[in-house]
Structures are given as C-alpha cells and as structure tokens.
C-alpha cells in the first residue's frame, strides 16, 4: 500500500490550550493535499508531540543520506510495529544509508544513522549495555546514547545523525525525513519543503519563507486530535 493510500486521523472537535489549535490555524485541508506533505507537515509542526497519532522523535541523518537534489526524502514504512526494547535496521533514505529504529522500553521511538561518525563502522543497538541499552560501534568502541544520538565514549567526533520517525495509529513505523547534521528537526524539514513546496512550508510558518505571525491565516478545517509525547547524556 503506498503512502498516499493510508487514511488520514479523522478530526477532532475539542478544544483547549492545546497543539492541536495551532495545527488547526496553521494547516487547513487544502493543504494536505498527499500523505508525504501531511506527515512532514506533522513532524515539522509537532517537534517532539504526538499529533494525530503520530508520535514523532527528530533528528538528524548522516550527510552521505541527503537526496541529491536537497529534497525532502519520500515517507518510508519501515515495520508493521515496533514494541518497547525492540530495535530494527533497516535502509533510508537510500538504499546504502543504513539506519536503525529503536522503540525504549517506556515507548519512545527514536532513529538513526547506523554508520558511525568515527570511521564509518555500522553501529549496532546493544540492549544489555548501560542503563537503557547503548548504540555502540565495535570496530572503536565507540559509544552513543540512545535517547540523543550524543557521544558518551570513545573516539567518534560528534553524534550520531538522526533520522525523522513517525507511528501512525494502527502502530506502523514510518521514516519520514532527514536532516542535516546540526539542525533541528523544524529547520531540516522547513528547508526541504522550501525547496520542495514553498506555499506548505509559508502555510506552516516555517523562517524565510512569508509564513510565522505574518503568514495569512489558513483556511478553517478539520485537524488532526493532538496527543503528547521525548532528555541527554554524556559519561566521560
């Protein structure tokens, strides 16, 4: 089933202070216009909630990841589930960027360039290490925190990019976008969609693109229910 075949979360009519009012003021219908825009457009909106059913955890990806033309990435599902203490390797956004998904035991999701920032060794998630399980490179011994990507031991000389990952609600594991090393999730993905579609990332408020407090308000809609859902480390 591709993408565009998945059914959106239907609407939600409560109200409060909540992210879901801001989604809904900022996005109108119009603009979901596939699922590849409306699952970036969640990531880059939500941060680190969980909108619409998608619990989202951000970050970065390895430089050798990015698409040629500096577009955002197709969305990819990558696993029907994935249950806390699991982890899943697996390739995004190319076919040789290897990456790795691990669900933490109290449920949240992160994802990963598998390639260390040493010297390019695969890294491996290694649950019976340290207090959470470790994401550790053998050839070095290089060690990165699962939480963060940071470095924690060894010789790697930053952490380990990120990848965008998202859950729908029927529990399927999606990798969503990637992004440059030291950018946050919002400044990664509001850059590929300013290259990609500009009226989505103006609509969204994404910087330098017309959008924020002075973008025009979108039309009113359905929006996607918000729910709420991510810390650091390093031992010398």
């Known amino acids: 089933m591709s993408v565009t075949e998945q059914q959106q979360p239907g609407p939600d009519n ?33 941060g680190g909630l969980a909108v619409g059913g998608l ?13 040629e033309d500096g577009k955002a990435p197709a969305p990819k599902r990558i696993a029907a589930q994935l249950l806390p203490g699991e982890s899943l390797a697996f390739r995004y956004p190319g076919d040789e960027d290897r990456a790795v998904a691990v669900r933490m035991d109290d449920g ?3 994802g990963y360039s598998a390639v260390c920032t040493h010297l390019a060794c695969a890294v491996l998630w ?15 011994e290089g060690v990165f925190d699962a939480r963060t990507g940071e470095v924690t031991a060894g010789p790697p000389p930053r952490g380990l990019p990120k990848v965008v990952m998202t859950e729908l609600e029927d529990g399927s594991i999606w990798a969503v976008g990637t992004t440059r090393s030291g950018e946050s999730v919002e400044e990664g993905l509001c850059r ?8 989505l990332a103006a609509r969204i408020g994404c910087p330098g693109t017309g959008g924020g407090a002075e973008a025009p308000p979108a039309p009113v809609a359905s929006a996607p229910a918000a729910s709420d859902g991510t810390s650091t480390g390093r031992r010398s």
């Open 55 to 67: 619990a989202v955890a951000g970050g970065i990806l390895h430089r050798h990841g990015e698409t």
């Open 108 to 110: 949240t999701l992160v």
């Open 126 to 140: 290694r649950k019976d290490r340290g207090t959470e399980g470790e994401l550790y490179c053998p050839c070095h």
């Open 192 to 199: 590929q969609l300013g290259q990609d579609r500009p009226d």
């Open 14 to 46: 409560g109200s409060g202070n909540d992210p879901r009012e801001a989604l809904h003021d900022r996005i109108g219908a119009d603009s979901l216009t596939t699922r590849r825009d409306y699952l970036r457009i969640v990531a880059t909106v939500s």
